[in-house]
């Protein structure tokens, strides 16, 4: 990602470079080779660059063209398809956000989960702070598979009545993961964003699914299952900055449950200063109502205690490309930054 404010143009074009060169190959052909056709299209390029900084990343271009029907197609294609639907690309991407949520980061969370609930001796109430669509809120009720390489075990719901097929989250395993028996039970749930999504509402649900990679037609499908199992009891999700809303959301949960603050992806979008301060409000929950802490982040926006960055005893190149689970501040495991791998410290 080139730095803010760099000269108009040079920093786009390397941007979406580095985006076809090193995010997109292998998880995406399509995006791959959009993205670096746009880097040598100073044309486009250049209309791109009227768009405010944060607004010009290539993930969220790519999700408004295919938003508005863009299909997968060589390059031509594509930039046909842009010069016809520039202004409506342009709208797409001045109102809307990366806001991609990942039901997948339920498997890396769910050991973790019911480790808390099974210590507390008590069920959860859960706040997820970035919440997106709030899916990641329902880890009581999808299906998990998880593989060490010998063996698979499965967990799911108890299927009831006419409720929909829950999506079943894949993941690897490695190291000494404290698989559940079964699910922990979650008596409360509700979630903070600037922007909530509405499972409900057919423009939100058609903007999650466009910021699907074209390929991964998996990850549409879970997402869809998800949504399915949403709307049957949609989560609570409050408007706003996690730092201004979560005291008074944190105040709502029942007290008689186990609170368990958590995020996946979010903290790279705060600030250092915002940083800080949810880690002061963190300590300020532990302390006054025992709420848990799990954070589940990029390499880059690690948060331990002292505000640093990095953990530093862990070996950089283990973290890279990879996300890493803090309990309380206290790293427990390495995970696949869509939930696919769960590595336990
Ligand atoms: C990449 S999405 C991740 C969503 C979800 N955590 C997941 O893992 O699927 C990041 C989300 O954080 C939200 N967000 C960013 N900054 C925020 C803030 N200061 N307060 C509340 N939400 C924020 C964005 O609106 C977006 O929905």
């Known amino acids: 990602m080139p730095a803010a404010g760099s000269a108009a143009g040079s920093g786009t074009a390397e941007w979406y470079r580095h985006f076809g060169t090193v995010d997109a190959p292998g998880s995406s052909p399509c995006y791959a080779d959009w993205s670096l056709h746009v880097a040598d299209d100073p044309g486009l390029i250049a209309r791109i660059d009227e768009w405010p900084y944060n607004k010009r990343q290539p993930l969220l271009m790519l999700a408004a063209a295919r938003f508005l029907g863009a299909q997968v197609s060589p390059y031509p294609e594509f930039r046909t398809f842009l010069d016809e639907h520039w202004d409506a690309v342009s709208r797409t991407?001045?109102?809307?956000?990366?806001?991609?949520?990942?039901?997948?980061?339920?498997?890396?969370?769910?050991?973790?989960?019911?480790?808390?609930?099974?210590?507390?001796?008590?069920?959860?109430?859960?706040?997820?702070?970035?919440?997106?669509?709030?899916l990641a809120l329902f880890p009581d009720r999808y299906s998990y598979e998880y593989d060490d390489g010998s063996s698979v075990a499965r967990l799911g719901p108890v299927p009831f009545g006419e409720l929909p097929e829950p999506p079943v989250l894949r993941c690897r395993t490695a190291g000494p993961v404290p698989l559940p028996d079964s699910l922990p039970e979650v008596v409360w749930r509700a979630g903070i964003d600037l922007n909530p999504l509405d499972v409900r509402n057919p423009d939100d649900v058609a903007w999650l699914e466009a910021l699907i990679w074209p390929e991964q037609e998996f990850?549409?499908?879970?997402?869809?299952?998800?949504?399915?199992?949403?709307?049957?009891?949609?989560?609570?999700?409050?408007?706003?900055?996690?730092n201004e809303q979560l005291?008074?959301?944190?105040?709502?949960?029942?007290?008689?449950?186990?609170?368990?603050?958590?995020?996946?992806?979010?903290?790279?979008?705060?600030?250092?200063?915002?940083?800080?301060?949810?880690?002061?409000?963190?300590?300020a929950l532990a302390q006054d109502r025992g709420c848990h802490w799990l954070s589940n982040e990029g390499e880059t926006v690690i948060i331990q205690q002292d505000g640093s960055a990095v953990v530093p005893e862990m070996d950089p190149s283990r973290l890279r490309g990879n996300f890493l689970l803090l309990h309380n501040g206290g790293p427990v495991a390495i995970t696949g930054p869509h939930g696919q791998s769960l590595d336990w410290l």
């Open 93 to 134: 991407v001045l109102s809307r956000a990366t806001q991609t949520n990942e039901v997948g980061r339920c498997a890396t969370l769910l050991p973790s989960l019911a480790a808390i609930a099974a210590a507390e001796g008590r069920p959860l109430a859960l706040i997820e702070v970035g919440a997106s669509a709030g």
């Open 219 to 242: 990850r549409r499908e879970r997402l869809r299952r998800a949504i399915a199992v949403a709307r049957e009891d949609p989560p609570l999700l409050v408007a706003g900055d996690l």
């Open 247 to 283: 005291p008074a959301l944190a105040g709502q949960a029942p007290a008689d449950a186990a609170l368990v603050v958590f995020h996946s992806a979010v903290m790279g979008y705060l600030s250092a200063d915002g940083r800080a301060r949810f880690r002061t409000a963190m300590q």
